[in-house]
């Protein structure tokens, strides 16, 4: 049974072991990988390439900008926009074991040069103020109950007149204290917010012209996709942690795409100025 978000993140069926599998299935001599070869294999969110090239729109990236990525991950994310923007990411994570994965696959492109990884907390960063011209994250700001605490953190670290865009869940409506519990218990879905609940409180800590862009209908098809992907990476996740952890998070994400078809969960894209 998986007791806590570091153990969950331990044993996702997404894991540097995993990147590298696919990698090696599709034939690719990993000495001579492109930036590219990864992206099939190491984005950890949704709507893919697409969702980040978006992101970064919204927040206008120029070259050479200091970018920080917000639980991070394995840095698939954090790679795309150093390489295609020319941004230096610093990417942040709880997660020792996807820090120290996001550092080997960025070696192995070789961007260690524009992309760097930290071990930490996003409710307390192991960062000077003012240190960043603009942040991201997604998918995962649903596992922090602090808001408060994140949002206050995230204006500090930026400078005056950063920008901030980030997705995440969102609640819609019917979405029950039992739905609440399960994805709290199965998936370390911390707190669900509805979009103008979570406006508000990106706003209490400061940031202006918060506005909030519905993805709900997009993430409806592309999500049943997905469970299709996690379906079929069963070898790989049976291989690596066990046919139990398998089954277990199967479950747990049908039951997540589910409140995604019956319309009791949503998703959103939020951008804000600091
Ligand atoms: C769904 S993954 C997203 C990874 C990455 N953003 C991507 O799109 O590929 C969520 C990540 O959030 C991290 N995380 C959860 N809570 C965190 C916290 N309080 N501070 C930093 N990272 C956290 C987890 O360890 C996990 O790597």
Known sequence: MIIDIISFYDEHPINEGSVLAGLQREGKDLAKLEPADLYPHDQDHYGHLEAVRTIAARLELEPGQRLLDVCAGL????????????????????????????EKLTDLVGLGGLCSFREGDATNMPFAAESFDAALSQEAFIHIADKQALFAELRRVLKPGGRLCFSDWVAGSGLSPDDRQRLQSDIFAQAIHEPE???????AAGFH??????????????????????????????????????????????????????????????????
């Open 75 to 102: 840095g698939g994310p954090s790679r795309l926009l150093a390489d295609e923007f020319g941004v230096q990411v610093q990417g942040l994570d709880l997660n020792a074991g996807r820090v120290a994965g996001a």
């Open 197 to 203: 609940e979570y406006r508000g409180l990106i706003a």
């Open 209 to 274: 012209a918060v506005a909030a862009e519905d993805l709900t209908a997009w993430w409806h098809d592309l999500l049943i996709e997905r469970l299709e992907m996690f379906r079929g990476m069963e070898s790989d996740t049976v291989a690596s942690f066990g046919r139990q952890r398998h089954e277990t998070y199967i479950t747990a994400y049908e039951f997540f795409v589910g409140r995604i078809i019956d319309g009791r969960l949503g998703g959103a894209r939020f951008l804000a100025t600091g």
